[in-house]
Structures are given as C-alpha cells and as structure tokens.
C-alpha cells in the first residue's frame, strides 16, 4: 500500500493534476500520480527521463539497461512496468526474462547487461577492462555517458518506489 500522497486528476487540480491532464493525459500510471504531488520533480523527472532517450543506445537498449537495474534492485513497480515496455520496444516474453535473468541472449544486450552490472556493483568504479568489454561490443562514450543517465532514472524510480510503496498498475511479469 502506498504511504505518500497521490494526486488524482479526475478530482484534485492544481499544478499535479494539470500535468496529469495535459501532458500525461492517457499516461496517468501510478507512480506519475504520486510524483505529481511534487509537480516539479515530476516535470524534471518526465524531461531528463525522455532526454536521455535521444541519444546514441536503441529502445531497446535503454529497456536492458532499465530491466536490469528494476531486477537487480528489487522494484516490482519497475520491473512489472519495464517487462511491459521492453515487450512493447519488440523484446519476447523469453528476451525479457533472459534479461531479468542477467543472461540475454543477443550478445550486444549481454554486454550490456554486464556493465549495467558492473556500475551497480562497483558504484560506478569500473575498471579498464569493463570499460573495454563494453566498448569491443561496439558502445561508444557517449554509449557509457547514456547507460549511466538510464541508470539514475532508474535509481530514483527504484527509491521513489521502495519509500512510497508505490501500487503496481502492469500486468504481473512472470517470476524468475
């Protein structure tokens, strides 16, 4: 059960219901109705988050990055939102747990998966040869800079969900 407030934008207005009927009318997921008890974090939230997806790593890439995270953390928010949304950028119900299980079978997924890894276990301290591992499967620096920033989006979704307890409103991935 979730223990912070909640906006609900059929009723309430103000700044939060405003973005949750305006720009995220048709995305009015949980967790935006939390968020948008803080308009500002949510706005800055909504626009780093789509930001980031404009840069050099695929849909799909940014959804491994987002799954592995979601799964190493223990958020069944994320994961339950980020199987879905994986499902939906073209991944298989098999691709999508094989990714939840740290073993995708596409060998530029697999790579990765182990740096995201790699980052979360090391706090970012990697070693040169990570960073080479990551880079001889055809990653760029700017690859590196952008898995980091899916990272933090992840990061704050992943405590934003754990402290709220935030209800989960996808479809119950299947158990790994």
Known sequence: MARLGI???ATDQGPGADMLNGPLKGKQINIFKHLAVNPGVLKAFLGFSGGIKTG???????????LTVAQQRDCEYCVAAHSMM???????EDDV????RGAPSDGRHEALATFTRRILDTDGY???ADLEA??????????????IAEMAV???TTLFNHVNGTTVDFPQPAAV
Not at 97 to 100: D, G, H, K, Q, W
């Open 56 to 66: 050099v790593l695929s849909e799909k890439e940014h959804e491994v990055v987002a």
């Open 86 to 92: 994986a499902k939906g950028a073209g991944f298989s």
């Open 126 to 128: 990697v070693d040169d």
């Open 154 to 156: 992840m990061q704050f």
């Open 134 to 147: 990551f880079r001889a499967a055809g990653f760029d620096d700017a690859a590196v800079i952008e898995v």
């Open 7 to 9: 906006i609900d934008p």
């Open 97 to 100: 747990l094989a990714i939840r």
